[in-house]
């Protein structure tokens, strides 16, 4: 069965400073990596995806990942994080070997600092 | 603005009713998603409609229900509600592809009192 974790509730970081929010995955087929943000009493809005090929994604906002097959993670990164980026972020995975289902983790909050 | 449109936006209702949450899909988009997210259970996801066919299921409950009809708009049938069902409910779309973002809708809080 494929599931996703996200093992930090929440990620604190000062405006300026290179912000990461980790994500690890396990499927059974090859993984079909997302990353979503939602904003307070908004849906959830799509920033970048991993299907196949360079394991580095670059996304909205200035947000990019990294795919890691060896680790199964796919660790949101951002070189330098705005207050604007607080926000509550999701990582999804789908099963490629078939599967329909997209599942997403907990979330992690992020609170940039000013 | 994804152009997943939910209604209502909020409703109040009483345990023991039953309510109807509607969903319209980005124009051209084939798949409808519905999920729920509470603050225990974190986002949910509970079924998905291709084109008017049931596609997968997740954590759906029996009391709960769902349609894709013609047009491809999509209704979540809630029924003898709980407290516990008070939460967010999300509608996302997207084109089917087996590797495309879904985009979201805006949510349809649900209080049971």
């Known amino acids: 069965a494929q599931s996703v974790a996200q093992p930090e509730d929440q990620v604190n970081v000062a405006e300026g400073n290179p912000l990461t929010v980790k994500c690890t995955y396990s499927?059974?087929?090859?993984?079909?990596l997302f990353w979503y943000v939602q904003y307070p009493n908004r849906g959830l809005q799509f920033l970048l995806k991993?299907?196949?090929?360079?394991?580095l994604v670059k996304g909205s906002y200035g947000f990019e990942a990294e795919f890691n097959k060896s680790q199964t993670s796919f660790h949101l990164k951002k070189p330098s994080a705005l207050v604007s980026d607080s926000a509550l972020y999701f990582c999804?995975?789908?099963?490629?070997?078939?599967?329909?289902?997209?599942?997403f983790g907990a979330g992690t909050r992020l609170f940039v600092k000013a | 603005d994804s152009g997943v449109t939910q209604t209502p936006k909020h409703l109040i209702t009483a345990t023991g009713q039953r309510v109807t949450l509607r969903c319209s899909p980005r124009?051209?988009?084939?798949?409808v998603y519905w999920y729920q997210q509470s603050l225990d259970q974190g986002l949910q996801f509970l079924i998905q409609?291709?084109?008017?066919?049931?596609?997968a299921k997740g954590n759906i409950l029996e009391r709960f229900s769902a349609q894709q009809f013609p047009d491809l708009h999509s209704e979540l049938n809630l029924s003898s509600l709980e407290l516990g069902d008070s939460a967010l409910y999300f509608c996302?779309?997207?084109?089917?592809?087996?590797?495309?973002?879904?985009?979201f809708g805006p949510g349809t809080r649900l209080t049971v009192l």
């Open positions: 996302a779309s997207s084109d089917g592809g087996d590797y495309n973002e879904q985009f």
């Open positions: 499927v059974s087929g090859n993984p079909y």
């Open positions: 991993y299907i196949t090929g360079d394991n």
């Open positions: 999804a995975v789908r099963d490629g070997d078939g599967g329909f289902k997209t599942i």
């Open positions: 124009s051209g988009d084939l798949s």
């Open positions: 409609y291709y084109n008017g066919e049931e596609r």
